[in-house]
């Protein structure tokens, strides 16, 4: 079911927001630089926690990662997810980054890290009665970072990409979908058809932040991720994981190559699926997210 970037718009109740930076704090850590960030929403108010890792010295703009943390039920990690990692993670992704030349952005989401003093069925609901989503308001945050993240110096603005795994994956994708300026995607453990997974039951599994009125009646998943073509894409699963199981899998992944195909961009799309493995990262994808990423933005 085609759909357009308009519609899926609609149907996310999306309403663009802007940053403005507040304060910065600068960190050396030998390998990378920290730069400890503070946003001001200029639609809500809200005061934003945002960490960046970069590599040390100067040198002229380069590729930059747009990071999108996880959910997995921890509400006080957020955007510390690029500096200290997660359980589901092999290390902390920012210095691993920095090291290989990106510059990389995460925020804190609606409801996590600084921001979980409001609880996600609080915010859900709240979203809900004003005809937007919770969901909506995280991809207009990410999109407004990148606005953001692309303005800095040392950053190529035509060389932005984004990355996440769980949460963070479905926040790639959507927002690659929505905006052209993401040069390359690449996704860990929630590519999936959602239509799947409601009819087994483990649609449960998402967090009240990816309720969308009205989504699968238009569009599924897989159709939102083919909207990326033909910019390039990585999608990585493991085949054990309740949230990716393989009829999903290859249900969805049928949609998103088909728009590739008609795009003519079959080769810029790939999938890594590992059977045995469940919701976390190993150590086949993230040497494929960064050799993927050092393909398609250098670094």
Known sequence: MPISVARLRTLLGFVETELSLEACETEECGSHIVERLRFRSRRSGAEIRGLLTRPPGGGGPGPAILYAHAHGGRYEIGASELLDGRPALLGPPGPFLAEHGFVTLCLDMPTFGERSIVTE????????????????????????????????????????????????????????????????????????????????????RHGLYLTIPGLLAETSTGVIAGLVAPRPQLICVGLDDPLT?????????????????????????????????????TAPMRDA????LKRHLGG
């Not at 009829?247 to 790939?270: C, I, K, N």
């Not at 997210?289 to 993927?292: G, R």
Request: with cysteine.
């Open 121 to 204: 069925s609080a915010a859900t609901k709240a979203a809900l009665w004003y005809g937007r989503t919770l969901f909506g308001q995280m991809l207009a945050e990410q999109q407004a970072a990148l606005t953001w993240l692309s303005s800095r110096d040392d950053v190529d603005a035509n060389r932005i990409g984004m990355t996440g795994i769980s949460m963070g994956a479905t926040l790639s994708y959507f927002l690659a979908a929505l905006d052209g300026r993401i040069a390359a995607t690449a996704h860990l453990c929630c590519f999936a058809d959602f239509a799947s997974l409601v009819e087994t039951g483990a649609h449960d």
């Open 245 to 281: 199981p393989p009829q999903a899998v290859e249900r969805a992944y049928a949609e998103t190559q088909a728009a590739y195909r008609a795009a003519g961009a079959e080769d810029a799309l790939s999938l890594l699926a590992e059977p045995g493995v469940g919701h976390v990262e």
């Open 289 to 292: 997210v960064l050799a993927f």
